[in-house]
């Protein structure tokens, strides 16, 4: 039933979004498409991605120093280029302390190979020794406890954020890690690829304590193997680990004990500076009940040798050149087939990104982020956000009340652009020119601090968790934020001088993923206010299931590796993301158009071109060995199926392109999958 008030709201949305489209003057436009890049002999029902991105496809060669290539990779080397350029310009003569000095000495003390080479190991000498005093429950809490302190690895870790039930406030969070390898699969798959990996791995460790000055390299090597496949078998998988709602179990914090007995719990909160906190929420109870007893199994003797092999493995690629090259060599060859590393420079300004993020990020933004950019972008999140509910009233499968909490969800979202409205304050971390390792331990300390100093304060909603030059965009459901980075915000994801119909199918369909994000399998958990509750009805919670898992039998039949299959249960979420946020950015596009056809450029209509926008972001291609370890670890669906799982789903692609039964993306209406 309709109500005067809602078709109202409809034509005030068609009315705003139709005269505010800030698209260059038709005169002006190009189509923002890289024609270059098609294989038009490619039938676009055939296979999507391949028509948009056949030629480099065919052509392009994955440079050495990278484990792939692509839309992404090509605007990272942009955003890398121009921040090396503002580093370089830095006065030499900045003064101490200054964000300049800061940011020019942690630069340089990482480029200091000469420097790195001389010290070899030593600066983590007294973190290794401090490993040997571990004969006990309490020390090895301790040691556990301190292993965090310095951002290195343990069976468990814990970290600050909002309580998802009640994210106003800080909550100390408890979950497993501790694996040297991507996934706990590694270490149980017993084919023949696997178990070869996993020797490579054993060997790669022995000669790690071997440079380390370890004795009985190869005896400890076994040893820790053996210890990292005891726990990732009592480990939560990929799938489980998603789950928002079984992964939230706030007890007392005197409970820890009854639920591990074995774990010195006292010693550890003790150490780590939490053990005010009356209660903490523990990811995956089960696991941390399953390594108690592991705990009791294992000697004092094999947790040090685990532990200081955790310790080497983190620190590696800052020691010196032989360490930093024999870590490359398992890590960047063996398991992801990238033959040399990146230039230092590069690796440089990872290290700055990390841990002075913001302080460059500034700089950033100043230098290249125009003004009219941001205002463009917060323009399109609105149609964006105007499209989205315009779509929920019509959806014909959800409830009135169910339709009223997604719309005030919707309302609520607060979309951050570019940059944060306030910068943080690294005046705190003391940076040497030439003491790379001294510079991270003294970074880290701070943010370990930063985070202990936030608990009983109220959430900080407007803190960034990327920096401005990173090339990603997130969605944050405790804050139910939608939050675009400026670096982003560049062709061929964003062109401010293209047709409106690119920039739609492009940055739309990224912007319209992440608002999805607060609706898929998991954000869908979470209202308005960012609390962690049902605000679904039985019968629409029913139906979403059920959805959502046709479009997981959509793409478990994909097939990027012979045998291997994409794991469409833990790809959910972002596959949800890709065909909501295309179908509203479509939807944002019509209404961006007002009625009006928009006009052929380079021989295409604007709903293809729509589509093509979204095509060639995707454009990417990947060493095997990359592509088999983001099929176990990564949430995301190779780019190939983000394009050719998605369109086949919406029916405006047939539309545009003439599609036909005969065509093999074609999908039978009764299949095709529409959520939001």
Known sequence: MHNKKSILAGLIGLALLAGCSQGPAQDQAHS???LANMDTSVKPGDDFFRYANGHWLASAKIPDDRPADGAFYTLRDKSLADVRALIEALPKDAPQGSEAQQIRDFY???LD???RDAKGLSPLRPLLAELDQVTDSRTLAQALARTGKVGGSAPFGFWIGPDAKAPTRYSVNIGQSGLGLPDRDYYLKNDDASVHLRQQYQQHIAGMLTRAGEPDAQGKAKQILALETAIARIQWDKVALRDREKSYNKVATGDLSRLAPHIDWQSYLNEAGIANQPTLILGQPSYLQALDTLMVQTPAAQWR???????????????????????????GTVLSGTPKQRAAWERALAVLDAHLGEAVGKRYVAQYFPPEAKARMEQLVENLRIAYGQSIDTLDWMSPATKAQAKEKLAKFRPKIGYPDKWRDYSAIRVEPDDLIGNLLRAQAFEYQDSLSRLGTPVDKDRWYMSPQTVNAYYNPSNNEIVFPAAILQPPFFDLNADDAVNYGAIGGVIGHEMGHGFDDQGAKSDGDGVLRDWWTPTDLKEFRFRTSRLVAQYNRFEPIAGQFVNGQFTLGENIGDLGGLTIAHK??????????APVLDGFTGEQRF??????????????ELMQMLLSSDPHSPPEYRVNGVVPNIPAFYEAFKIEQSDKLYLDPAKRVKIW
């Open 611 to 624: 589509f093509l926008g979204w095509a060639q972001v995707w454009k990417g291609k990947y060493r095997p």
């Open 32 to 34: 923002g498409l890289t």
């Open 108 to 110: 340089a003390s990482y």
């Open 588 to 597: 944002a596009y019509l209404l961006s158009q007002g009625g009006k056809e």
């Open 305 to 331: 040798n685990y532990l200081k092999w955790q310790l080497i493995s983190d620190y590696a690629p800052y020691l010196d050149s032989g360490t930093d090259q024999a870590n490359f060599a398992f890590f």
């Open 113 to 115: 190979k000469s420097g």
